[in-house]
């Protein structure tokens, strides 16, 4: 019978699912992905984390938790950097040691370090280690190695060309949602962590909602890489944590595009890099951006109640503004 690995639907799961998946169906190694986010998980997280840590380390140790009893593995890459020269942060670096002092009676944790900070580092080096858990050819790691990165790209590709990468049911191979081709009348730019903007339970289906009132959603993701490192270019000082450069470069991208009509920045409450972050976007706002920005900070705590009153009333002042633009123009 074939190993099973669990993989926790959080933190940099959205990103790297689709080439994890692929890598171990090319071993013969059955994974399983943790159940959708909902309160009880979110709860079994926090009882077992420190409580300084942030919202979304609380989530991914309650998917840890969701697994630990259904697979004989987990993996949890140590993911410290994911591009040349910068690094993600910390409490990445730090997760899989949180988890093991943390939890007890775990199966084995897959910990290899993913790191890409050096010039001519590689995915592969990764890959290779993990695939020795396994198989002791290296041949049949390369041509996973290989597969996998074809699903990287083709993830990319997808994302950029405006799927997200929601959940539907937790069907592995469905784990996209192409973007609502519902008529819209606004398209707003929903700027966050991946962990948080496409977990529908800590989001509380924001995208969802703005949908539902009538809203073309754009994200960082639909950005390339060239793109959005352009745009955060425009900072006297390059950021090196690679997600907020992401955030940054996006915001300020479509504070820019003219078929973008507000922006709403997501960011876990107890986040560091996310709390500056917030503070270049709004300022970036005030000085060269009439658009409308909402900053919205979840923590375990955050009410939908709330969190419905500020997104409907930023609609409508996205409204009011497309409005007091159109007759403007007129004049
Ligand atoms: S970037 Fe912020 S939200 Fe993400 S893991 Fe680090 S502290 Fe938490």
């Known amino acids: ?54 919202l979304p380390i609380k989530l991914a140790v309650g998917h840890v938790l969701d697994l630990k009893d259904r697979v004989d593995y987990i993996f949890l890459p140590r993911i410290v950097s994911t591009a040349r020269r910068e690094y993600i942060c910390p409490k990445f670096l730090g997760f899989p040691d949180m988890v093991r002092n943390n939890i007890n009676n775990l199966p084995p944790l897959i910990d290899n370090n993913m790191d890409l900070y050096r010039k001519g580092s590689s995915l592969y080096n990764l890959f290779y280690m993990v695939g020795r858990y396994f198989t002791h050819n290296p041949a049949s790691i390369y041509k996973a190695y290989k597969a996998s990165m074809e699903s990287l790209h083709v993830h990319c590709r ?136 909402l900053n919205l900070t979840i923590d375990e705590h955050t009410g939908e109640a709330g969190m419905i009153t500020r997104l409907e009333a930023f609609m409508d002042m996205v409204r009011w503004r497309r409005h007091l633009d159109d007759v403007a123009a007129t004049l």
């Open 1 to 54: 019978m074939s190993a099973t690995v669990g993989i926790p639907r959080a933190l940099l799961y959205y990103y790297y699912y689709p080439q994890w998946k692929t890598f171990f169906d090319h071993l013969g190694v059955k994974t399983v992905v943790s159940r959708e986010t909902t309160r009880a998980i979110l709860e079994k997280g926090i009882k077992s984390t420190v409580d300084e840590a942030c």
């Open 158 to 293: 997808d994302m950029e060309a405006g799927r997200l990468p929601f959940e539907t049911g937790g069907k592995d191979n469905q784990n996209y949602r192409t973007r609502d081709g519902g008529v819209h009348d606004v398209t707003i730019a929903v700027i966050g962590h991946p962990y948080n903007i496409y977990d529908r339970y800590i989001s509380m289906n924001m995208i969802k909602r703005l949908w539902d009132y009538g809203a073309d959603v754009l994200t960082a993701d639909q950005l390339t890489e060239t793109a959005f490192r352009r745009e955060a270019g425009k900072l006297p000082k390059q950021l090196f944590w690679t997600l907020n450069q992401r955030m940054v470069g996006a915001a300020f991208y479509y504070f820019e595009r003219p078929d973008v009509d507000g922006l709403i920045h997501v960011a876990s409450f107890g986040c560091g890099p996310d709390s500056m972050t917030g503070e270049l976007i709004e300022r970036y706002a005030r000085r060269s951006s009439r658009k409308p920005l």
